[in-house]
C-alpha cells in the first residue's frame, strides 16, 4: 500500500506562487511514476504534471512553463512549484503515485484558490 499526503496548498493572488509538497509512505520505490493533477468544481480530474522515476517531466499545454515538479527520492516527497497562478488554476490538486504494476495512488488533495 502507498499513502500519500499533499500540503501547501492555500489562498494566492493572481500572478502569485504556491510550492505544493505529497509526501509518500509505504511501499515507494524511486523508480515509480509520481505526478500531480487538479480538479475544479463541475469539472473532470486532468493532469498538470508528472515525473518518472529517471527525472523525465511532462507538462500540458496550460501550465507549460509555469508550473515545475520535481522530487527528492531519499525523502519519497513530490513536489509541484507553481508560478503565474490564475484563476483558472483553481483547484484541489492531488498527488498521483504509480506503481510497477501500474495501479495509480492518490492523496486527498489540497485546495488551490486563486482569487484577488
Known amino acids: 500500500q502507498v499513502q500519500l499526503v499533499e500540503s501547501g496548498g492555500g489562498l494566492v493572488k493572481p500572478g502569485g506562487s504556491l510550492r505544493l509538497s505529497c509526501a509518500a509512505s509505504?511501499?515507494?520505490?524511486?523508480?515509480?511514476?509520481m505526478g500531480w493533477s487538479r480538479q475544479a468544481p463541475g469539472k473532470q480530474r486532468e493532469w498538470v504534471a508528472h515525473?518518472?522515476?529517471?527525472?523525465?517531466?511532462s507538462y500540458p499545454d496550460s501550465v507549460k512553463g509555469r508550473f515545475t515538479i520535481s522530487r527528492n527520492n531519499a525523502k519519497n516527497t513530490l513536489f509541484l512549484q507553481m508560478n503565474s497562478l490564475q484563476s483558472e488554476d483553481t483547484a484541489v490538486y492531488y498527488c498521483?503515485?504509480?506503481?510497477?504494476?501500474?495501479?495509480?495512488?492518490w492523496g486527498q488533495g489540497t485546495q488551490v484558490t486563486v482569487s484577488s
Open positions: 515525473m518518472t522515476g529517471g527525472g523525465t517531466a
Open positions: 509505504g511501499s515507494i520505490f524511486g523508480t515509480s511514476t
Open positions: 498521483r503515485y504509480r506503481n510497477n504494476a501500474g495501479r495509480d495512488f
